[in-house]
């Protein structure tokens, strides 16, 4: 198994004129719980389409499993399950009843309904009808379909976007329980920052295009590396947050 699940190498997109992407070469650990953030219009979502094989590549490369994606995509994306903030549900049709129907679209063995239902703690509620759920249990029947094929790699964009305290709790303790349980590697873009310091192993931080950081959490946090951006962790019982850091990287008024 290789390293790295997700490397890309000096990718860079335009919408027409507009770059949104320049040059951004990630490296996402196997096993990690990878945090991709930026503001908004940062180039997440462009990042995360191009790494789908929903937009094609325009100029650098990227490579899953060690693979590059190329003509042969399709192989390589059957090992990656996807959800794009609100998941697509059928609100008249129970939970289970909504994971049969990707079921038989996706091939998934009758056993791996069950299967999904128990990881994402949705096995009680599967036979009540899907607009009956609050959001944050339709958000983890959406992580529900997108573990279907039983993928090594979960990719995430805004899983938590309108969800309150509770339902972002209860994403949390899912992400870290599938990491730590089921050996799945998430990349998961956000801009809750304090949410998300809770449980990555690693992140990158994006702002209009350009990569500013990406390593571990203590990498982040390092004396060399606060100290390389200008960030004072004096006294030392001030030891900045994630969003302190965000701040600093990707506001130029601070």
């Known amino acids: 198994m290789t390293s790295q699940i997700i490397q890309t190498d000096r990718l860079s997109y335009c919408y027409g004129d507009r770059p949104v992407l320049h040059q951004v070469s990630l490296q996402v650990p ?3 719980i990878f945090g991709f953030l930026g503001p908004n219009g940062a180039g997440k979502t462009t990042t995360i389409r191009l790494l789908l094989g929903l937009i094609c590549t325009q100029r650098g490369r990227i490579s899953l499993f060690g693979d590059q994606i190329g003509t042969h995509r399709l192989p390589i994306l059957r090992r990656v399950g996807a ?20 079921r038989l679209g996706r091939n998934a063995k009758r056993g791996q309904v069950d299967k999904v239902l128990e990881m994402v703690g949705l096995m009680r509620e599967a036979s009540r009808k899907v607009h009956s759920y609050s959001l944050g249990m339709r958000q983890r029947l959406g992580i529900a379909l997108a573990l279907l094929d039983d993928p090594e790699l979960l990719i995430l964009d805004e899983p938590t976007n309108g969800l309150d305290p509770a339902g972002i709790r209860e994403i949390r303790t899912l992400l870290v329980a599938l990491s730590r349980y089921h050996g799945k590697t998430i990349f ?67």
């Open 188 to 254: 998961i873009s956000s801009h809750l920052l304090s949410e998300m310091e809770k449980m990555l192993t690693h992140l990158a931080i994006i702002n209009a295009g350009h990569l500013l950081f990406q390593g571990s959490i203590d990498e982040l946090r390092s004396d060399q590396h606060l100290q390389a951006i200008g960030i004072s962790n004096e006294p030392a019982s001030a030891i900045p947050t994630l969003e302190d850091i965000f701040l600093h990287l990707t506001d130029p008024l601070i």
């Open 83 to 102: 959800l794009f903030e609100t998941p697509a549900l059928y609100a008249h049709l129970s939970g289970r009843q909504n994971l049969e129907i990707g």
């Open 30 to 32: 196997t096993g990690s």
